[in-house]
């Protein structure tokens, strides 16, 4: 059975008027059980509660349910700029240095699983000094993504790249997240199992975020543009992704904090484009909370 968090209270499911249980502590999860459904959907966001920096969002104002995620794919695809994975440029490698940039050592990156401080050149193929060296996570997994080709605009989105400890990369491969039952040795904050990895607690809300942006940015308008889906389960299939259920709890427990924030910013500058679930959380319930059944 799936290994829930450290429980402060007892809760058997989510009312109906309260999806998920808030801790005091935004890093510690409060009790609920892994089995426990909700079908729940969001009530509508009051338009003057919404984050819009400099009226980012102005088109999404007063929608909700799907309108609401059909109006975000259209404002967070327009005006990309696509990186190149590796270049002799700027590429993909120079944007996570700056976009994961440790704010108390500006030669570091932040690795999201470890989240380990590590110099910006001790990465793969720069050779070992002491740690393993970071390579780039791919948080929604190329082989569900189905953006293999580095053409692909998901291939190289740094929305969902992060740096990321080699080995602790290499036990997460492509499982998806959800609870999961065994320590990763290297970084026992982190959980796997068989089909399944679960994030610190510290970033469980980050790779949920994340995983909403895929899933409202790709819908699968042309050919490079796969339809991404999040689903109640495990899937190993095609290009959905679980567990939506995990992921909504993630997004509750733990908050957006400053250095998310600060990233989504500096993203939106280099690729041109924001993740509306870092400005606007509530809206990760208003979209997928009918998915969780």
């Not at 259209?74 to 005006?79: A, K, L, Q, Y």
């Not at 399944?196 to 490079?224: L, N, W």
Request: net charge negative; aromatic share 8%; glycine share 6%.
């Amino acid at each position: 059975m799936k290994k829930t968090l450290l429980a402060i209270l007892t809760l058997s499911c989510f009312s109906a008027n309260a999806a998920y249980v808030q801790a005091d502590d935004p890093h510690v999860v409060a009790p609920f059980s892994v089995t426990c459904k909700t079908k729940q959907v969001a009530p509508p966001v009051n338009p003057g509660d919404i984050n819009n920096p400099d009226g980012y969002y102005n088109l999404a104002l007063n929608k909700t349910g799907d309108e609401l995620k059909s109006t975000l794919n259209i404002i967070i695809s327009t005006g990309i700029a696509k990186l190149p994975y590796s270049s002799s440029s700027f590429d993909v490698w120079d944007a996570l240095d700056i976009t994961d940039e440790d704010p108390n050592n500006s030669d570091n990156v932040i690795l999201i699983y470890t989240g380990r401080s590590q110099a910006k050149g001790q990465k793969t193929g720069q050779g070992n000094l002491g740690r393993d060296n970071w390579n780039r996570e791919h948080s929604y997994p190329k082989s569900n993504g189905g953006f293999n080709d580095r053409g692909a605009y998901g291939y190289t989105d740094i929305h969902h790249l992060r740096p990321s400890d080699e080995s602790v990369n290499s036990t997460r491969g492509n499982l998806e997240y959800d609870y999961s039952d065994k320590p990763v040795a290297e970084a026992p904050e982190n959980r796997y199992d068989s089909d399944s990895f679960e994030p610190r607690d510290a970033v469980k809300g980050d790779v949920a975020r994340m995983m909403f942006y895929m899933a409202t940015r790709y819908e699968g308008k042309d050919s490079i543009t796969p339809d991404l889906e999040l689903v109640p389960s495990i899937s190993n299939n095609g290009t959905a992704l679980g567990n939506v259920c995990s992921l909504l709890q993630w997004n509750q427990l733990d908050p957006v904090d400053d250095f998310e924030s600060n990233r989504n910013t500096k993203i939106q500058k280099i690729q041109g484009n924001r993740n509306p679930f870092v400005d606007n959380p509530q809206w990760a319930d208003e979209i997928f909370a009918k998915d969780c059944k």
